[in-house]
């Protein structure tokens, strides 16, 4: 499938400045039908959800809930779980915050002990069923990992991840944020028990979606007033979180990635080798997890340190000189920046690319960085 940039590129209106954006993994640029789709909704059928207006009238499914954020959802989720006490539950330092906080939180409530998986150089710092296996057993009731790590871009292989948690009854909840906007996300192929990701890092508006299956929803305690329904994903942990002009937009987003997902994989192969074969020449540049650009392997999502420059240093100097934006810092992922990979507290600094980001623009980043970095 070939795939056209520019047509692509028209769909952005925030596209048409004289801006790079590089910072795609702390949000994406909005798609103009999307914009169009919340001002129609707002001028024309702004009604009450449950009110019996045809235009306002919504699908739902049992499977689904909508809120502001994963973090919101996952919190949600974590007052909902019920386990028996001294039960485990296991986590990993490669995450964003999103995915660790609010399982302490449950682990507190519920008396649960938690124990940590670990990834090594040696498993290329990515986490596999082989890496948790020992730490399986029949009192695990709970594993979290991400999907993509929102700072090394390596992807985990979730389905083989998930049968190794279900072999011991447990189940696997998975933050998809960094993965959704690159690849399809198939929660049944997954095998996942959990699943979330933003929205409005999938070319949308500011709103997340969680999805549960039924046999997980079993071990949820419904949230809502004693008075309301219990039976979807929705009654249990919605507390009315979605907004609904928000939601009302996602057919939007799900028509523009339709079918899209080969291209814009195979696009997004080409940006991060320009990239990525830059940093691997220098040898004062660590990449941080896999050096390969195999899209097999990663999302174009690549942070580095430079020997001699701190990270917050390397971006400023490139903000004085560049209209390329891109940022430094621990992205949320601190556990992974300061324990795992023992960095300095100004982390690493991030490209986070997209489908709709052009070779000449990473190519004009390699010369902004050949400028500001130290001459070698």
Same mark, same amino acid.
């Given at each position: ?26 949000? *994406?640029?909005?798609?103009? @039908? ?5 001002s129609q ?12 207006y ?23 989720? @974590? ?8 039960? /485990?539950? %296991?986590?990993?330092?490669? /995450?964003?915050?999103?995915?660790v ?9 519920? #008396?649960?002990t ?7 150089k ?7 069923a082989? #890496? ?8 695990v009731?709970?594993?979290? !990992?991400?999907?993509? *790590?929102?700072?090394?871009? +390596? ?12 072999e011991?009854?447990a189940?696997? !909840? ?14 049944k ?21 969680? &999805?549960? @299956? ?6 949820m305690?419904?949230?809502?007033? &004693?008075? #309301?329904p ?7 942990i919605?507390?009315a979180? +979605?907004? &609904?002009? !928000? ?10 990635? +339709? ?13 991060? =080798? %320009? ?14 997890? @896999? ?5 097999? /392997?990663?999302?174009? =999502? ?5 020997k001699?420059?701190? +990270? ?20 949320y *992922?601190?556990?992974? !920046? ?18 709709? #980001?052009?070779? /000449?623009?990473i ?14």
């Amino acid at each position: 499938m070939t795939f056209d940039i520019s047509k692509a590129r028209e769909h952005f209106p925030a596209l048409q400045q004289d801006q790079v954006f590089f910072d795609n993994a702390g949000g *994406s640029q909005t798609l103009a @039908s999307v914009i169009d789709s919340i001002s129609q909704y707002l001028s024309k059928t702004n009604v009450q959800l449950g009110a019996s207006y045809h235009t306002g009238s919504q699908s739902n499914t049992n499977h689904f809930v909508l809120g502001s954020s994963t973090t919101q959802l996952f919190m949600n989720l @974590s007052a909902s779980l019920q386990f028996p006490s001294a039960s /485990e539950i %296991i986590l990993s330092k490669m /995450e964003h915050e999103t995915n660790v906080k609010p399982w302490l939180f449950m682990a507190e409530r519920l #008396n649960l002990t938690v124990k940590w998986w670990e990834s090594s150089k040696e498993d290329g710092l990515k986490l596999t069923a082989a #890496n948790l296996k020992p730490l399986l057993n029949d009192k695990v009731k709970f594993v979290a !990992c991400t999907h993509v *790590s929102n700072i090394l871009g +390596s992807i985990h292989d979730v389905k083989s991840i998930a049968d190794a948690v279900h072999e011991v009854g447990a189940l696997f !909840c998975v933050d998809g944020v960094s993965y959704a906007p690159h690849r399809a996300v198939d929660v049944k192929a997954f095998g996942v028990d959990f699943y979330s990701f933003s929205w409005y890092k999938v070319y949308g508006p500011h709103i997340a979606v969680l &999805y549960a @299956s039924d046999s997980a929803q079993q071990h949820m305690k419904p949230m809502s007033h &004693y008075f #309301n329904p219990t039976k979807t994903l929705e009654d249990k942990i919605g507390f009315a979180g +979605s907004n &609904y002009e !928000c939601v009302q937009s996602i057919p939007a987003i799900v028509d523009y990635l +339709s079918g899209a997902f080969p291209a814009i994989t195979e696009r997004e192969g080409k940006l991060q =080798t %320009i990239l990525l074969d830059f940093l691997n020449s220098r040898p004062d540049i660590t990449v941080l997890g @896999s050096t390969s650009a195999d899209n097999k /392997e990663r999302v174009p =999502t690549i942070s580095f340190t430079v020997k001699g420059m701190s +990270s917050k240093a390397i971006v400023a100097e490139a903000e004085k000189i560049s209209n390329y934006g891109f940022r430094w810092g621990h992205f949320y *992922s601190k556990r992974l !920046c300061d324990e795992v990979l023992g960095l300095e507290p100004e982390g690493v600094t991030r490209v986070s690319m997209v489908h709709y #980001n052009t070779e /000449e623009e990473i190519k004009g980043l390699v010369e902004v960085l050949r400028k500001v970095l130290p001459q070698v």
